[in-house]
């Protein structure tokens, strides 16, 4: 059918899973990005935290898991690094966007993402990195956990493609020694909770 998966809504196991609607599949993406139309020379994304996952980023990844049984997949890309002055292009690799989910019972889930992706324009450069650690139960509707990340560029998170977290870049002057600062965030978001959750 031409790449089309007609099994997607039941993980590719259409005899022992049931999920006729897709209702049991989500997804966590955490983008990085530049505000700025530019910095220190390099081209930014030139925009702030948007309501769903941007085409406009240094580092995107997003990890799709079921709430109902293990399982999980992860995709990731890199945004094409523009250094204004020469016109010199290239991309950092995605290799070090990683994510993982630990299945606690039904409707209950642990993700892990961890990045790390530097200017491939700049020899030794520190990276954009982050350590995103983060519960859902989709019982309560109950969101919580914790990230590790750089200062700079801003972060934003996604659940189901709805915006749950923002951080913004605090000082983009200083935009080269953001990425030696490593902060320390809580998360805490009410979510929408399984159908037929009381």
Not at 163 to 191: E, M, S, V, W
Request: with cysteine; aromatic share 10%; charged share 15%.
């Amino acid at each position: 059918m031409g790449g089309i998966n007609l099994y997607r809504h039941v993980a590719n196991n259409p005899l022992n899973a049931i999920d006729p609607f897709g209702l049991d599949e989500h997804t966590l993406t955490i983008q990085s990005y530049i505000s700025q139309p530019s910095v220190f020379g390099f081209q930014g994304d030139n925009h702030g935290s948007t309501v769903t996952p941007s085409n406009a980023y240094r580092t995107t990844s997003t990890i799709t898991f079921d709430d109902s049984k293990p399982g999980y997949t992860v995709t990731s890309d890199t945004g094409t690094t523009t250094f204004l002055p020469t016109g010199t292009t290239d991309k950092a690799s995605s290799a070090n966007l990683t994510g993982s989910e630990t299945f606690s019972g039904d409707g209950i889930v642990s993700v892990n993402m961890d990045g790390s992706a530097s200017n491939p324009i700049v020899p030794g450069a520190p990276p954009i990195a982050y350590d995103l650690n983060v519960t859902i139960d989709f019982n309560t509707g109950d969101l919580f956990g914790s990230m590790t990340l750089t200062d700079f560029p801003s972060f934003q998170i996604f659940l189901d493609g709805d915006n749950i977290y923002n951080h913004l870049a605090k000082n983009t002057l200083l935009a080269p020694f953001g990425l030696r600062d490593q902060i320390f965030d809580l998360i805490k978001k009410k979510i929408k909770k399984k159908p037929g959750c009381p």
